[in-house]
């Protein structure tokens, strides 16, 4: 058995979700005169790759140390709506289900290609990454309720639309650019498609369900696009955790495993050595 990373690099470089604490290293001793090398590390809980939980929006709901092995690993599919959605887009059920078969209790790994504008990408871009990246609306939760999905992870900012999140009044340049695509594409606007009752619902409305995310994924994502694996998520044992951040790893077969590695031969790699995403956006 191999795995294969599905997380993104940690540094002081890695953005943090808008207004959240970023991560911050200092060292507090050196091997010269303390004979080792210590460091003092603070940051916000949604930095990198990270796993929210469900006191992160849902009071009486688990924190991150009541999550067993047996909800954070098993049998899922990743996605790839790449082709599909670009800026400000909504994804929906029907988009998933033309490309992978969802079975009822999987994991499901959304590849929006938005990874592609992370901080370890050549084509970084933050704004881009956290704040144009698509989502969904209901009709989406509701399909995640109805095929009682395990959990859910994103390889963008958020697992909800950003304009469907305070971004949508912090930013006010790209809620506004946001507005003029969704009555071009949609023939609405932010408010009739977002409106009160589904506010960051993919947070607010199904972590009271147990259906939990993660979010900034990516890693060697591409190489298992469109493809059922066994996968795993390891947060830290955070009692009173409202959100960690994670490995999230891919389990394959040597053979399979070998097959992946001549794949990964065929991208340019990041400087970290992971796949550059190599799908252009519509």
């Known amino acids: ?21 970023p991560l911050q290293v200092k060292y507090f001793k050196r ?23 469900e006191i992160h929006f849902h009071t009486p709901g688990k924190d991150i140390a009541s999550l067993d092995f047996d909800f954070l690993h098993g049998p899922g599919v990743i996605v790839d709506l790449s082709d599909a ?3 400000y887009d909504i994804y929906t059920s029907q988009m998933i289900e033309e490309r ?39 009709e989406f939760a509701d399909w995640c309720k109805a095929k009682k999905i395990k959990w859910l992870g994103v390889d963008c900012g ?11 009044q912090w930013m006010p340049r790209q809620a506004a ?45 591409d190489l298992l696009l469109n493809e059922r694996v066994e996968i795993g998520c390891f947060p830290w044992r955070f009692v009173d955790g409202e959100a960690s951040i994670s490995r999230i790893v891919a389990f394959v077969d040597d053979e399979r495993y070998a097959a992946l590695m001549q794949k ?11 796949c550059v995403c190599q799908r252009p956006q519509l």
């Not at 990408?121 to 698509?134: C, I, N």
């Not at 009160?196 to 979010?215: K, N, R, V």
Request: charged share 20%; proline share 6%.
């Open 1 to 21: 058995m191999k795995i294969i990373d599905l997380s993104i690099p940690l540094g002081i470089g890695t953005p943090a979700w808008p207004t959240y604490e």
């Open 31 to 53: 091997l010269a005169p303390n004979g080792a090398n210590g460091q003092l590390v603070t940051h916000s809980n949604h930095l990198g790759t990270h796993l929210d939980g």
């Open 85 to 87: 959605v670009g800026d």
């Open 100 to 138: 992978v078969e969802v079975r009822e209790g999987d994991i499901l790994i959304i590849h929006t290609g938005y990874h592609r504008y992370g901080w370890d990408q050549p084509t970084a871009d933050e704004v881009r990454y956290m704040v144009k990246h698509p989502g969904p609306d209901r």
């Open 158 to 168: 958020s697992a909800d639309h950003p304009m469907n999140t305070i971004i949508r």
């Open 177 to 221: 650019e946001a507005e003029r695509h969704f009555q071009a594409k949609y023939g609405k606007s932010l408010a009739e498609v977002f409106t009160d009752d589904t506010y960051q619902l993919m947070h607010i409305d199904l972590f009271p369900h147990g259906i939990i995310h993660a979010e900034c994924i990516g890693g060697n994502i």
């Open 264 to 274: 990964k031969n065929q991208f340019n790699a990041t400087r970290f050595g992971d």
